[in-house]
T-cell receptor
Framework: DVKVTQSSRYLVKRTGEKVFLECVQD?????MFWYRQDPGLGLRLIYF???????EKGDIPEGYSVSREKKERFSLILESASTNQTSMYLC????????????FGDGTRLSIL | KQEVTQIPAALSVPEGENLVLNCSFT??????LQWFRQDPGKGLTSLLL?????REQTSGRLNASLDKSSGRSTLYIAASQPGDSATYLC???????????FGAGTRLTVKP
């Protein structure tokens, strides 16, 4: 089974801090994704990556950046955290072919105070 | 821009009932459609994936249908059980890439 592991289940940070969310997958998947999930809005794509050192903006990239130095690891960075970034963050991975199912981690619930 | 809508937002049924969850999407140029289950505080678990050329997929008590031309999908759950209580999300993969669009979900409660 595919395993997608997010480093923290719960995280509390302060406004202005630089925050790192880490995601690791063990299936050698080419594609990795970061979403945020808010009540009534569903999942919205922040960034995704098709390969090492490659990244593409999703629908809501403002205030975020990403890093993919190794194939198995995809990091989401909040450069200067703000209260409106309080949310559930979900990481996913999929094999490289178009339309392959995405496999999700358990999520990180981030609170910015 | 692709919009995905799920109706109803919440549903409560007694145990044993058959039920239908609805998903609609505005652009029929999709690669596939996927139904997920999400338990409180958890990530998403894939239930069924329907390719754009398929009409339905079945797994146990679950049956998902797809009518691409009308932009609709349904998830049918037979003989519901309290363990089915969760939020169910549908998502479409946009044609020719791996970008997915999600609905906001239907929160299902099955009462014993």
């Amino acid at each position: 089974d595919v395993k997608v592991t997010q480093s923290s289940r719960y995280l509390v940070k302060r406004t202005g801090e630089k925050v790192f969310l880490e995601c690791v997958q063990d299936m050698d998947h080419e594609n990795m994704f970061w979403y945020r999930q808010d009540p009534g809005l569903g999942l919205r794509l922040i960034y995704f990556s098709y390969d090492v050192k490659m990244k593409e903006k999703g629908d809501i990239p403002e205030g975020y950046s990403v890093s993919r130095e190794k194939k198995e690891r995809f990091s989401l960075i909040l450069e200067s955290a703000s209260t409106n970034q309080t949310s559930m963050y979900l990481c996913a991975s999929s094999a490289g072919e178009v339309g392959q199912p995405q496999h999700f981690g358990d999520g990180t619930r981030l609170s910015i105070l | 821009k692709q919009e995905v809508t799920q109706i109803p937002a919440a549903l409560s049924v007694p145990e044993g009932e058959n039920l239908v969850l609805n998903c609609s999407f505005t652009d029929s140029a999709i690669y596939n459609l996927q139904w997920f289950r999400q338990d409180p505080g958890k990530g998403l678990t894939s239930l069924l994936l329907i390719q754009s050329s398929q009409r339905e997929q079945t797994s146990g008590r679950l049956n998902a249908s797809l009518d691409k031309s009308s932009g609709r999908s349904t998830l049918y759950i037979a003989a519901s059980q309290p363990g089915d209580s969760a939020t169910y999300l549908c998502a479409v993969t946009l044609y020719n890439n791996n970008d997915m669009r999600f609905g906001a979900g239907t929160r299902l409660t099955v009462k014993p």
